[in-house]
């Protein structure tokens, strides 16, 4: 299995500013890997909440993570500014795949790039449920089109 090569800004539908911590940085002198998917979690929800199609408190239905993962190219570290990049892969019929890209503020290339994958489920019972529609019209914008 070959390494991704880093995607360029372009490929990207949705932006949030991020700035690194102090507590980002390990102690190899660079943000730790686990801090990125917390930035991950933070650009999805945020998006989603600012559609209006996430609800943390009374939701119905909630997604949950199922699957991550992170390509990594370039370290970042405190103090910077970060910026995600996020799009959908694909949408199913209780699932969705974000794609996230990480890069250094004005920066052309990812210094890292992942997905993670929310299965869908009814609050309560957490058994899968149908994406809502009002979801799939907030994602739709983030799809190229063969989602």
């Known amino acids: 299995m070959s390494k991704p090569l880093p995607a360029a800004r372009s490929a990207y ?48 239905v909630i997604g949950l993570v199922v699957e991550t993962q992170c390509n990594y190219f370039s370290p970042l570290a405190f103090p910077q500014t970060v910026e995600l990049g996020l799009r959908v892969a694909h949408c199913g019929r209780s699932s969705v795949r974000y794609e996230l890209g990480v890069f250094a503020q004005g920066q052309a290339f990812a210094a890292a790039q992942g997905h993670f994958v929310h299965v869908y489920v009814d609050a309560a019972s957490r058994q899968p449920a149908p994406l809502p529609s009002e979801l799939v019209r907030a994602l739709t914008p983030l799809s190229d089109g063969s989602a």
């Open 13 to 60: 539908r949705a932006w949030r500013t991020i700035s690194t911590r102090w507590a980002d940085n390990d102690a190899y002198g660079h943000v730790n890997n686990v801090v990125y998917y917390s930035w991950f979690d933070t650009a999805v929800n945020a998006y989603l909440i600012e559609q209006g199609v996430l609800d943390i408190r009374e939701g119905a």
